[in-house]
């Protein structure tokens, strides 16, 4: 069983910047894609962000992109999410996931199958 666990969240301005970390288990080699997701109240949880297996391909959602970079170290077993530029519709819980299914796109919940409990990102003046 894969154990992630999510932190970095905090309330910021909008134009400040965060940078969230998810650290995993280490069970056994590696756990494939890796991905953030982010839930606001009364909405659907959406993809924000993957990468691959090496780290060397990285995905983002349009309302992201130019703004939050994704990378992974392995000698860590972690996973990051720098965020720049923020605005107040980035406002949710930051969810990490892993272990992607192939037959979903890389940022649909659905294709992942290990999940955190999330960590809070806060936009506001």
């Known amino acids: 069983q894969l154990q992630l666990v999510e932190s970095g969240g905090d309330l910021v301005q909008p134009g400040g910047s965060l940078r969230l970390s998810c650290a995993y288990s280490?069970?056994?080699?590696?756990?494939?894609?890796m991905a953030w997701f982010r839930q606001a109240p009364g909405k659907e949880r959406e993809g924000v962000s993957s990468?691959?297996?090496?780290?060397?391909?990285?995905y983002y959602a349009d309302s992201v992109k130019g703004r939050f970079t994704i990378s992974r170290d392995k000698t860590k077993n972690t996973v990051y999410l720098e965020m720049h530029s923020l605005k107040s519709e980035d406002t949710g819980l930051y969810y990490c996931?892993?272990?992607?299914?192939?037959?979903?796109?890389?940022?649909?919940?659905?294709?992942?199958?290990?999940w955190g409990q999330g960590t809070q990102v806060t936009v506001s003046s």
């Open positions: 990468i691959s297996t090496s780290g060397g391909n990285t």
């Open positions: 280490r069970l056994t080699l590696d756990y494939g894609d």
């Open positions: 996931a892993a272990d992607r299914s192939p037959y979903f796109p890389r940022l649909d919940p659905r294709a992942y199958i290990y």
